[in-house]
C-alpha cells in the first residue's frame, strides 16, 4: 500500500493522536498492521468482510443482487484509493487534515472512508495526485422502500471555487448514475415516493408544520466497522 508516499511521518502522526481514543486506538493498530502485511487480512478484506460492514453491505444488496457487483467495479467512477481516502483532509487543509491542532477530534473519521467499501470519492486531482475537488459518495438505504441510494457529501474545493471542477464531479456523478442504475442524491434532494416496507422496518417520517405536509426519508449507514462518520450534510 502507498498511503503516505512522501510524508510516511502521518500513518505515525495518526496513530498518536489516536492513542488517548478507546475506540480508535486499537482500530487504528488494526489498519497499520493490515497496511504494513504483518496481520492475515489487507484494508480490502476489512473493507469488504469485517462482520460489520457486512451487515450493511447486504442490507445494500438485499434489493439488488447486482449493486455490489457494479460498486466494485474497476469502471465505476469514483475512487476507493486508501491513500486519496486518507489524504482527502491534508490535502485541504480542511478539519479532516491529520496534522491539526484539534487531535483526532474530526481525523478519527477517516477509517470510516479508507476502511468501510460503501464510501468512495468523487475527485478532481493535479498532477501529483493532490485532490483539488472532492465530494465522498456512500451507498446507503432509502428508510421507505429499503433500496440502495448513493448519497454525495457537500463539493468541497481546495483552493477555491472552480467552474471548471465542478463540472468535472458532475460529470463524475451523472456516470455514476448511469453506472449504478441507481440515485445520486445530496442533501435534501426530493425523491419520488415508493411503497414503505414496514414489513421489514421500513418506514418514513411525517411532518406537518408551518402550513407544510413533508414526508422525510432517511438515508441509513446500517452497520460498519468504524467508531466514527463524518458527513459534510446530512439528508
Known sequence: ?????????????????????????????????????????????????????VVHLNAVNAADPDVLRRWYDPACPGTSSTKTLFMVGEDAGSCLRIISTMGNRFNRALLGYTLQSHVRALVVTDSLRRVLARSLIRLLVRSDTLEPVIYCDALFFTSGFSPERLRQIQDQAEKLQAHMQIPVVHACSTLPAGPVRADAGGYVREVQLLGYHVYWVDLLEVDGVSPYTYAEDLP
Do not use: C, K
Open 1 to 53: 500500500h502507498v498511503v503516505a508516499d512522501g510524508n510516511p511521518e502521518l500513518l505515525f502522526r495518526y496513530y498518536e493522536d489516536n492513542l488517548g481514543d478507546v475506540e480508535m486506538a486499537p482500530f487504528v493498530r488494526r489498519w497499520l498492521r493490515a497496511i504494513f502485511g504483518v496481520s492475515a487480512e489487507s484494508t480490502q478484506d476489512i473493507r469488504r468482510r469485517d462482520p460489520a460492514n
